[in-house]
């Protein structure tokens, strides 16, 4: 994955008066979800915007609160290229990844933010964009070459994750389909369903009428 570079400051006042205001100001208030899980009660010392959220078994998740400049993240959202965020919080870099946005439900509005801590031990699940490549020889007999999922959910350490997932369909043939089972990549696991339809070559009405008349003429 390409390195995505975002400054972020912490923020004390929550709720939502406070994330209106932040937003008032051009900027957006923000999560970061710490990679690792802590006993409760916690003996640490938390850094400035950090919160406990309690999980099952008097276990707790860091969460550190943030708010960064909406200016400064429009390239990380509007695109479909993933990023291995680098996020520098008052000098100290933490690798992340983007994880959650919420959207105003009228306007083309950022509400919020929620980016996931990552390491070089853990794996995550990260949405890939889906490349095709070739010429299946379902489109060299007429037939129509349509992509059902533009990305694939992918598990793996997220230093392996690629920017696409490129599928050669040169032996797609005729009225075939690519399911996400009969997919390997190195290093990496696809959690999808693996009876769900990647891609398929579909019979147009110029093909089916080609076999039909094939099939008369015999």
Do not use: W
């Not at 999922?149 to 696409?164: D, F, G, Q, S």
Request: net charge positive; charged share 25%.
């Amino acid at each position: 994955m390409k390195t995505y570079n975002l400054t972020a400051e912490p923020r004390t006042e929550l709720g939502k008066k406070a994330s209106k205001m932040l937003r008032n100001e051009g900027r957006i208030p923000m999560g970061l979800i710490g990679g690792e899980v802590v006993n409760l009660p916690y003996e640490g010392k938390l850094a400035e915007g950090q919160t406990i959220v309690n999980v099952p078994n008097n276990r707790g998740i860091i969460v550190t609160n943030l708010s960064v400049k909406a200016e400064d993240v429009r390239k990380l959202i509007y695109t479909p290229d993933i990023y291995a965020i680098e996020l520098d919080v008052n000098g100290v870099k933490k690798a992340a990844i983007l994880k959650e946005i919420q959207f105003h439900p009228v306007k083309d509005e950022i509400l919020y933010m929620d980016l996931l801590e990552v390491n070089d031990k853990k794996p995550v699940v990260v949405e890939v964009p889906v490349k095709l490549e070739g010429h299946a020889e379902g489109v060299k007999a007429g037939g129509k070459l349509t992509l059902s999922m533009k990305k694939l959910k992918v598990k793996a350490i997220y230093t392996n994750i690629p920017e696409r997932l490129v599928i050669n369909v040169d032996n797609l043939g005729l009225g075939k389909t690519l399911q996400v089972g009969e997919l390997n990549f190195e290093g990496l696991e696809l959690v999808n369903a693996k009876n769900a339809v990647v891609c398929a070559v579909q019979l147009t009405r110029a093909a089916r009428g080609a076999a039909a008349a094939a099939a008369a003429g015999k």
